[in-house]
């Protein structure tokens, strides 16, 4: 049997086993996808350990995308956005890293027709989601503007990535005004019925992903809907990171509909 799993804390609740499992039962794949929640002092110690055991992969969350860059050896991607999700056990040399998430954003997106060659890309939030998040849109083609709360940080993202800008919170309205692609990258909306953006701000020329996945349907995708905005909510960007990581494990065509019903059946 092999195995795969999840470091994180705390993962408790996360969605990933149900997703991939459902993949292997699917595929006839003889898996099984674990949860584990190392201290984080022995973060090194605990991937080494799995490599002995023979574990295949790991997807790694909070608090320990950053830490784990350490550990293995990053992609050029993984690198750059400076976060690893996604950690490959199966070759020969090191343990080797990546990050799915900005392939997960870019899958979701192109669930819409837009074009993201040449068009304008507003990503509200500077954590980690944000970062990877407008990495991938960068490498796609689309002009950046990051807004963040906390403003020095969207600068400090924006040096990094190509072409980008870094704004505060106030200018976003102004920004959306001529944008093509609004996505939310913070934690606002997530279990509350509150906005990172003002609703007078968005508009029918708009494509919204929401990060945000709990709740499905967010403020923002609510109101942005509304207003004739094509939406996407934060489910299809966690659906597509899986499927991206599946497949470098597996090497197989991920079942992306039975995944995607594995995962919406539990939001
Ligand atoms: P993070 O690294 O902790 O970053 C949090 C971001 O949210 C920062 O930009 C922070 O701004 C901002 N923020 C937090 N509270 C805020 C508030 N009240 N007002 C304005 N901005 C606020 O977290 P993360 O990993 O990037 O995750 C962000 C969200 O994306 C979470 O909801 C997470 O679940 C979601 N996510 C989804 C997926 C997916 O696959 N769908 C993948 C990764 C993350 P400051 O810098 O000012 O603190």
Known sequence: ????????????????????????????????????EPDPVTLETALEGADALGVRGLNVTIPFKQDVLAHVEPDELARRIGAVNT????????????????????????RVDVDLEGAGAVVVGAGGAGRAISFGLADAGATVAIANRTEPNAHDLA??????????????????ADA???????????????????????????TVLDAVYRPLETRLLREAADRGAATIDGAWMLLYQGVEAFERWTGADAPVEVMNEALRERL
């Open 1 to 36: 049997m092999q195995v795969f799993g999840l470091i994180g804390n705390p993962v408790t609740h996360s969605l990933s086993p149900p997703m991939h499992e459902a993949a292997y039962d699917e595929l006839g794949i003889d898996a099984r996808y674990v949860t584990f």
């Open 87 to 110: 950690i490959d056990f199966s070759g020969e040399g090191p343990p080797t890293g990546h990050n799915t998430d900005a392939g997960g954003a870019l899958r979701a997106l192109e």
């Open 159 to 176: 040096d990094e990535v190509p072409g980008a800008s870094g704004h505060d919170l106030e200018s976003v309205p102004d920004l959306l």
């Open 180 to 206: 093509d692609v609004l996505v939310n990258a913070t934690s606002v909306g997530m279990e509350e019925d509150v906005s990172p953006v003002p609703a007078e701000a968005l508009h029918g020329d708009l």
